[in-house]
């Protein structure tokens, strides 16, 4: 444990007592945040057992950003905002991409070759590089997206700061995910995976291969498989009532990649788009 990882937890275990004037906390927390900003800490990453790690002092020092910054006037062009956190900045350095409309909050991690179409991605996220975050998606609070990733338009990745422990939402390196999906909770979607349009994941959906039938995960949609949003019929004593499920519908070998062609007639084929 290091010093700062230290003193992060010693500061959080006051943080009902945290304000503005706490010099030496801010100080301790500015720390984590550049270096969050800049990519040398993450609040979450997979292990080497592929198992998601969560660094539960980087969010803890995110969490009392909150109570040590006051709210600030700024300026974008004709727009102004009031808000505890500063936006981003410095991106041709970074080798990003930013479309007009697009905003990142300081403290996610852009990494170079991401392209940001208007969208946002908010504090502690990582976006790997080559990615792109499509028109109005969003990347909640230290949700991590890999490498070659594509959130398509109106993609909502959930955000997860509290409750203590929760893991965030992990996308894998060369996942493509389909327009208005909306991933939350701590799901997560495997390497070179593909999810249809409107596909709703968190912990509790069941994940079902069309194959056998059977329930392979909750919430947790395995590499390269191409998955869309379904549902099942369930009894209860009110009656009968279909419940939301995602299905697997194909599994590709690992390191295939569909081409755009072959995934659309795949998708039309169960009446899904991407």
């Not at 102004?80 to 007009?100: A, S, T």
């Not at 590089?129 to 594509?150: L, R, Y």
């Not at 419940?243 to 795949?266: F, Q, T, W, Y």
Request: aromatic share 6%.
């Amino acid at each position: 444990m290091s010093e700062l990882e230290t003193r992060i937890g010693r500061w959080f275990d006051h943080i009902a007592e945290m304000t503005p004037a706490n010099l030496e906390a801010r100080r301790d927390v500015e720390l984590v945040i550049t270096k969050l900003d800049d990519g040398q800490l993450r609040v979450a990453e997979i292990g080497d057992q592929g198992e998601v790690v969560v660094h539960e002092w980087v969010r803890q020092a995110i969490l009392l950003l909150f109570r040590l910054h006051g709210l600030e006037r700024s300026e974008a062009g004709p727009f102004e905002y009031l808000d505890k956190l500063q936006l981003k900045r410095d991106y041709e350095r970074r080798g990003v991409r930013v479309v007009p409309g697009a905003s990142a909050r300081r403290g996610s991690f852009l990494s170079p070759g991401v392209i940001l179409m208007p969208s946002y991605v908010n504090i502690g996220a990582w976006v790997g590089p080559d990615s792109m975050v499509d028109t109005w998606a969003t990347v909640g609070s230290c949700a991590q997206i890999g490498a070659n990733v594509h959130l398509a338009g109106g993609v909502g990745i959930g955000g997860v700061l509290e409750p203590a422990n929760a893991v965030p939402v992990v996308i894998e390196d060369d996942a493509f995910i389909g327009s208005r999906c909306m991933i939350v909770e701590g799901a997560r979607v495997g390497r070179g995976s593909i999810l249809g349009a409107g596909t709703i994941l968190n912990p509790s959906i069941p994940v079902i291969d069309a194959a056998t039938g059977e329930e392979v995960s909750r919430g947790y949609v395995p590499d390269y498989c191409v998955a869309v949003s379904a549902s099942r019929r369930r009894e209860f004593a009110g009656g009968e009532f279909f419940l939301p499920c995602v299905l697997i519908i194909r599994r590709m070998s690992e390191g295939e990649r569909h081409d755009k062609v072959a995934l659309n007639a795949l998708l039309r084929e169960h009446g899904v788009a991407t």
